[in-house]
């Protein structure tokens, strides 16, 4: 499997899907709402740390385990790198949560979020952009096919 076979989901994000679990994706439905609803009560135009902070209560008042800002390391080989990479969040150990504040997002954000699934050996994640005048346009689903973590599939 090569690094380009991800699939992204733009707001068909509670659609669910044949590759992931029943829990990945009861923990998927309950991010989205999470996310419509900090982004119904706070709208757009805020910083990405405010919707973090709230994001982060929302989803702990559900019932999930949230880590911030967790640190991610590089394996490569017998080496084990920090090169100060951070997830903004991680739900349940399941999910990795990337959030925006920008007018528009970049193919680099999207490459991050691909590249934070491959180092952390998760499949599922979201890149939640809360900019948007409805919160539905910010929300993109990628899930990585196979993951090993700090091993990236050959071409």
Known sequence: MSWGKDQDHRQDAKTPRKDLGAAEERLAASVVDAAIKVHAVLG???LEGVYETCLAHELETRGHQVKRQDVLPIRYD???LDAGLRMDMVIDDLVVLELKSVEHLLPVHHAQLLTYLKLSGLRLSFLLNFNVS????GITRKILQSAKAGIPATP
């Open 134 to 137: 409805l919160m539905k346009d």
């Open 78 to 80: 017998t080496l084990t």
């Open 44 to 46: 757009p135009g805020l």
